[in-house]
């Protein structure tokens, strides 16, 4: 079954062209959005920055899934009735401990595995990928971590709000330490689209690489 990935250097919207893109290919299949959370003042508000845009293509059925407050037991049940699964930003260290420490991992993969598409923002982008690599930038003891993540996109590191948080360092530590295949800085505002495990698209602001030791900005386009 085909895999869709989608990954966000910061938060929502979706961008144009991605918005587009995975609306159709929810459009395809049966269930509602999943909007895959943690939980915080005034969340239900914030719902629309992720929601707007996919309406504007047709996607009307959405369901939110607020963690801790939904237990993970009822968050698997939602997930695997699923036409498409976004998961949010926020605290990356949180979101590894309510997602991919818990049975929610599980279903996760299982969904991604037979063709949902699933979409990650900033933290949400961060877990996606074998080692959930998290800024110094992005933690309150201010140093470099790493933790298993999902695995949905392996032998691949990322940063994210790379351009906003002069990121360069921290991406050229992660490639030093796992000595991945690809690596990639991510913008906000700037969303990158893979295809069982291929960059097919990126669009929006910025995405970057490190290639023979020097940080090139790359574009692709389908």
């Known amino acids: 079954m085909d895999r869709h990935l989608f990954l966000f250097g910061g938060g929502p919207p979706f961008t144009s062209r991605l918005s587009k893109k995975f609306a159709e290919l929810v459009s395809t299949r049966t269930g509602k959005v999943s909007l895959l959370i943690l939980e915080r003042a005034n969340w239900q508000d914030y719902m629309p920055k992720y929601t707007n845009t996919l309406t504007e293509h047709g996607i009307r059925e959405f369901q939110y899934i607020p963690l801790p407050t939904i237990s993970a037991a009822v968050a698997s049940k939602l997930l695997q009735n699923s036409s498409g699964i976004i998961i949010g930003g926020g605290n990356t260290e949180l ?5 991919v420490k818990t049975p929610i991992s599980t279903v996760l993969k299982e969904q991604f595995s037979v063709g949902v598409p699933i979409a990650g923002f900033s933290a949400g982008a961060l877990i ?13 003891d201010q140093v470099f971590k790493y933790q298993a993540g999902l695995g949905l996109l392996k032998d691949t590191v990322i940063a994210v709000h790379f351009s906003e948080w002069l990121d360069e360092s921290h991406l050229r530590k992660a490639v030093t330490i796992f000595q991945p295949s690809l690596n ?39």
């Open 95 to 99: 979101y590894a401990e309510f997602i």
């Open 128 to 140: 996606c990928m074998d080692k959930c690599i998290v800024s110094a930038k992005d933690n309150v």
């Open 184 to 222: 990639f800085g991510i913008d906000e505002g700037t969303g990158m689209y893979f295809y069982n495990d291929k960059l097919l698209e990126t669009d929006g602001n910025g995405v970057y690489h490190l290639k023979n030791n020097q940080l090139e900005k790359i574009e692709t386009k389908l």
